[in-house]
């Protein structure tokens, strides 16, 4: 049974346990009387994009995780910049991070000479890659961690409520922000030659059921959080199935998400 696909336990349940609606505006009705109130914003980014392969292990081509992160993170740092909001932080915090750190990748991490047999490929565990902001800091990296978990849904303690996430208030301290913009970007890469005679065996939740299908699958998270109260004050999503992770993919999921952002 294949149980690398880190990207349905993370990123996909997230979605299918919070449902969708139209504008987020009709979730967060106060959102733009709440917008004038930011002064400043810091927008982070954690990505991790796999790649099946003939076995139970998936690949990490770190290169290209990072190269698509950024294309991420640039588009919407302009975009939100050319919205109104002050951008005080724009960094790619992670690649990986919120994966299970008891899971073995394959990861690619040069440019190789020349393209290497799956058993060849050096194995590791995540996260792949943290920002020095967190590399150096173990306590900032695992307060990093809980928040991320806590906001797709990972985990969820007593004290924070659907609407607020109140770990992330210590960050804020860190940053010194008015209010955090998260961005997730999670997919699973299945080549057509990988799609057919890969029958996986359900396992007991509908979204790990949903993940093991073989189909690429890609996932776009956002939400602003209140730095200093914890409040989420807005989140939006998409997913896309089928066909590969590229470049313009996740540029048109991006666009869609900040063209409903006021």
């Not at 810091?42 to 994009?49: G, H, K, Q, V, W």
């Not at 392969?53 to 992160?69: F, G, H, Q, R, Y």
Request: aromatic share 10%; hydrophobic share 35%.
């Amino acid at each position: 049974m294949i149980k690398n696909n880190i990207l349905s336990v993370t990123l996909i349940c997230a979605v299918l346990l919070g449902g969708c609606s139209g504008s987020p505006l009709v979730r967060y009705p106060t959102f733009l009387e709440k917008k004038k109130e930011l002064k400043s914003v810091s927008l982070l980014e954690e990505c991790l994009i796999l790649d099946a392969m003939s076995t139970d292990t998936s690949l990490v081509n770190l290169i290209e995780n990072k190269k698509l992160a950024r294309t991420c993170l640039d588009y919407y740092a302009s975009t939100m910049q050319g919205k109104g909001y002050t951008l005080t932080n724009s960094l790619i915090t992670s690649i990986g991070l919120i994966a299970e750190r008891d899971r073995k990748y394959k990861v690619i991490t040069l440019p190789p000479d020349k393209e290497l047999p799956d058993r060849e490929i050096p194995e590791g565990y995540p996260p792949f890659y943290l920002n020095d902001t967190f590399k150096k800091d173990t306590l900032h990296e695992q307060l990093l961690r809980v928040v991320y978990r806590r906001i797709v849904g990972y985990e969820k303690p007593e004290d924070d409520s659907s609407r607020y996430l109140r770990t992330s208030t210590f960050l804020g301290k860190l940053f010194g922000s008015d209010c955090f913009a998260f961005l997730f970007v999670g997919g699973y890469n299945v080549h057509a030659s990988q799609q057919y005679g890969q029958l996986r065996n359900p396992l007991t939740t509908p979204y790990e059921k949903v993940s093991y299908e073989s189909i690429t699958q890609v996932t776009m998270l956002f939400y602003i959080v209140d730095s200093r109260t914890g409040e989420i004050i807005w989140d939006d999503h998409i997913s896309m199935r089928g066909g590969l992770i590229y470049k313009e993919k996740l540029l048109k999921m991006a666009k869609i998400i900040l063209e409903r952002l006021p």
